[in-house]
């Protein structure tokens, strides 16, 4: 069951949760055993080694949930690039090693089936107390996502905490699989940053784009997306006067053709919708900089 996108907080009968940012994971859980499988429905189960542990969870012979998984970061952010790594694991050396500099946590939200018998014809509420019966709550990696009937407080409250957003589920609503339905609609945040800025595109000899970039483990960078709306004129005139000064006499290896790259000393603080799956930005806007203390040594 997919979500629709809404811009405003739906009025009715609804339960609202927070939106976690991370992969939609499916689990099959029977005879002691976890198999994990993504929306695409690809296996993921050697992805997530430690989710293993769902099996001793729950309180049933056999089941199917609905979950996110997530990487949180301090505070009980999530991180979406780093969640990304995890999925993109090309072996089970590779997952086993992710798993102990970005451990996940499973956040389910839904059951499909219990002790092999569908309950997706069931309403929403019931479906979401024979989860909670079943389910240890908070135990370990594996949550319960917690529900409430008041959206706007919820939305300003993950808002506050730098979530994603929130989902809006109908009271009584069954679980369509594989179905993209106005029962479940999510209510997003614009999300904000700061990335290093690493280079710089012209038009008619002016700075006219930002190439921004997040730091990559064991160096390097990882380029995020090219940002040009929000320069305001004296941005413009300023970067195009200092930029050139930090200019690289070689690009790295797959830095866009085009574009100039300039040493990392600069951030560029940035208001966007949301990561793409190839961790790219969607819809920046730059909202301000700053000098990159790390750069200088400080």
Not at 76 to 87: C, D, K, V
Not at 125 to 148: D, F, K, P, T
Not at 216 to 226: D, F, I, P, T
């Amino acid at each position: 069951m997919l979500l629709t996108s809404a811009s405003e907080i739906p009025s009715g009968d609804y339960i609202f949760q927070r939106k976690w940012d991370g992969v939609r994971m499916l689990s099959f859980v029977a005879r002691g055993r976890v198999t994990l499988q993504n929306r695409r429905l690809n296996l993921r189960t050697e992805h997530y080694p430690e989710l293993a542990v769902l099996a001793d969870a729950l309180s049933a012979t056999a089941a199917i949930l609905d979950g996110e998984v997530v990487v949180l970061r301090e505070g009980g952010r999530t991180s979406f690039p780093a969640i990304l790594r995890r999925e993109g694991a090309t072996n089970p050396q590779a997952a086993r090693r992710l798993r102990e500099s970005l451990p996940v946590h499973y956040m389910v939200f839904d059951m499909l089936e219990l002790d092999g018998c569908s309950i997706t014809h069931l309403p929403l509420e019931v479906r979401s107390a024979m989860l909670s019966e079943r389910l240890a709550q908070h135990v370990g990696i594996v949550h319960i996502v917690e529900s409430c009937t008041d959206g706007p407080a919820l939305y300003k409250d993950t808002k506050l905490t730098g979530a994603e957003g929130i989902v809006a589920k109908a009271k009584g609503s069954r679980y369509l699989i594989g179905q993209r339905t106005f029962a479940w609609q999510k209510i997003k945040h614009k999300l904000r940053e700061e990335f290093i800025v690493v280079g710089y595109t012209l038009r008619a000899g002016q700075v006219n784009s930002l190439l921004v970039a997040t730091e990559a483990e064991g160096g390097g960078y990882n380029l995020c997306g090219r940002v040009g709306s929000g320069l305001t004129n004296e941005h413009i005139k300023l970067l195009t006067q200092e930029l050139p000064r930090l200019s690289l006499p070689c690009a790295p290896e797959g830095f866009p053709r085009g574009a100039i790259a300039v040493q990392p000393v600069l951030l560029a603080d940035v208001e966007f919708m949301e990561w793409t799956e190839t961790l790219k930005i969607r819809a920046p806007v730059i909202k301000g900089f700053a000098p990159r203390i790390k750069a200088y040594g400080r």
